[in-house]
């Protein structure tokens, strides 16, 4: 069973610039949400997607948008790049659907914005 | 609003020197209680989920239990190799989204 990737490990970006972030969820998965974790924070929820749309947002500005593709993984893009959006970026899938709700995290993207 | 408090922020032991972890919540409605563990720079390890009030659930050193208002992590004996972050999550059942809303973590370090 593969658990959940995600690309690339570290990223450095400009305020101002772009990124995407990438994700593959666990077999047999078919929601993902990401999550950002500053340091020395608990994760704080962005998104999720089911079934390819976004189920529910947490206190995130429109800049910060994803997709999910027809094989479940998925993409985190944050326009506009702030100082503010350093931190860890984890992405999480879990199998809504199915009786249980436990989410299973990936290692992570750490993203630096200088 | 939904909040999860942890205590202590930062936890040393001894090793074998047994303790707690605290995590309280606040949620409109209770879909389950997660913990998880996270070492340095790595994505979180799931550990537990509790369901219910009453519910008890145990791995190797590392127990949980529920009441309505709070979880504990209890660690028995610890050893070097459990010194991680212990992050407590809830999951509000109202909403469409099945997020989880975590407390800043404890770190915990257990010395040989």
């Known amino acids: 069973e593969t658990g959940v990737t995600q690309s690339p490990t570290h990223l450095i970006k400009t305020r101002g610039q772009q990124v995407t972030l990438r994700c593959s969820s666990q077999?047999?998965?078919?929601?993902v949400s990401w999550y950002q974790q500053a340091l020395g924070q608990g994760p704080q929820f962005i998104f999720q997607?089911?079934?390819?749309?976004?189920?529910g947002r947490g206190n995130f500005p429109p800049r910060f948008s994803g997709l999910q593709f027809p094989n479940y993984s998925s993409e985190l893009n944050v326009n506009a790049l702030e100082l503010d959006d350093s931190a860890l970026y984890l992405c999480?899938?879990?199998?809504?659907?199915?009786?249980?709700?436990?989410?299973?995290f990936g290692p992570g993207t750490r993203l630096t914005v200088t | 609003e939904d909040q999860v408090t942890q205590s202590p922020e930062a936890l040393r032991l001894q090793e074998g020197e047994s303790s707690s972890l605290n995590c309280s919540y606040t949620?409109?409605?209770?879909?389950?209680l997660f913990w998880y563990r996270q070492d340095p720079g790595k994505g979180p390890e799931f550990l537990f989920t509790?369901?219910?009030a009453g519910e008890e659930k145990e791995k190797e050193r590392l127990k949980a239990t529920l009441t309505k208002k709070e979880s504990f992590l209890h660690i028995t004996a610890p050893k070097p190799e459990d010194s991680a972050t212990y992050l407590c999550?809830?999951?509000?059942?109202?909403?469409?989204?099945?997020?989880?809303?975590f407390g800043k973590g404890m770190k915990l370090t257990v010395n040989p």
């Open positions: 949620v409109s409605g209770l879909r389950g």
């Open positions: 999480a899938s879990s199998s809504t659907g199915q009786g249980t709700y436990e989410q299973y």
């Open positions: 077999s047999g998965h078919n929601t």
């Open positions: 999550a809830v999951q509000p059942r109202e909403g469409g989204s099945e997020k989880l809303v």
């Open positions: 509790l369901y219910s």
């Open positions: 997607y089911y079934r390819e749309e976004e189920n």
